[in-house]
């Protein structure tokens, strides 16, 4: 009998339009993130010194009209530019993360992805501190991931091909390690040759 583990959509600022752009760019998730963050902030200093600029310029003829056309489009200018920087760049969801194990297979979904792991084909599952996960770049780097929340461990699934790392909330997580292990413990009988 199926069951499946979950974990709901999760607020994430670095999955915003400009995230994922940075992200398919780079190639890379982990790259794409610090892209992001340099981006951003880049962004937010860009704002902030065009805000400047412009009313040092502007400033002698808000001052003389204070509610006159050019004193509301600076405004409005202002907060057009910060909204937009906000909205692009800073409001993203991570999509929820369902992880369904039957007898034959561990099938996990993320948004449109899909990955199904057959249980013959998993060598083993533990979990690892998520600091180790993100600090060895170059250890996980092959690693596909299917996370919503990040808690202090995530689940490594290892498997003859590449490596999976599922984190899900911290309850559905440890049933689904002790699932997993259960399954792979489980010795499947074997067809008989007279």
């Known amino acids: 009998m199926p069951r499946t583990f979950t974990a709901p959509r999760r607020f994430d600022p670095a999955r915003s339009l400009l995230g994922r752009l940075l992200c398919r760019l780079a190639g890379d998730a982990r790259r794409g993130e610090a892209w992001y963050v340099l981006t951003l902030a880049a962004l937010a200093l860009g704002l902030v010194l065009g805000q400047y600029l412009a009313w040092a310029v502007l400033e002698p003829a808000i001052a003389a ?92 699934v290892e498997t003859t091909g590449a490596p999976v790392v599922v984190a899900l909330a911290a309850a559905d997580q440890a049933a689904l390690a002790d699932a997993l292990t259960d399954a792979l413990a489980y010795e499947r009988p074997t067809a008989r040759v007279a």
């Open 65 to 156: 009209a204070p509610q006159g056309p050019l004193a509301l489009v600076f405004w409005a200018a202002q907060l057009g530019a910060a909204a937009l920087v906000v909205l692009v760049g800073a409001v993203g969801f991570r999509p929820a993360v369902a992880a369904t194990l039957t007898p034959e297979a561990l099938v996990l979904e993320q948004g449109r992805r899909r990955r199904a792991l057959a249980l013959e084909d998993v060598t083993a599952a533990r979990p690892i501190p998520a600091r180790t996960f993100h600090r060895h770049y170059a250890r996980y780097a092959a690693t596909e991931v299917f996370a919503a929340h990040l808690h202090d461990e995530v689940l490594l």
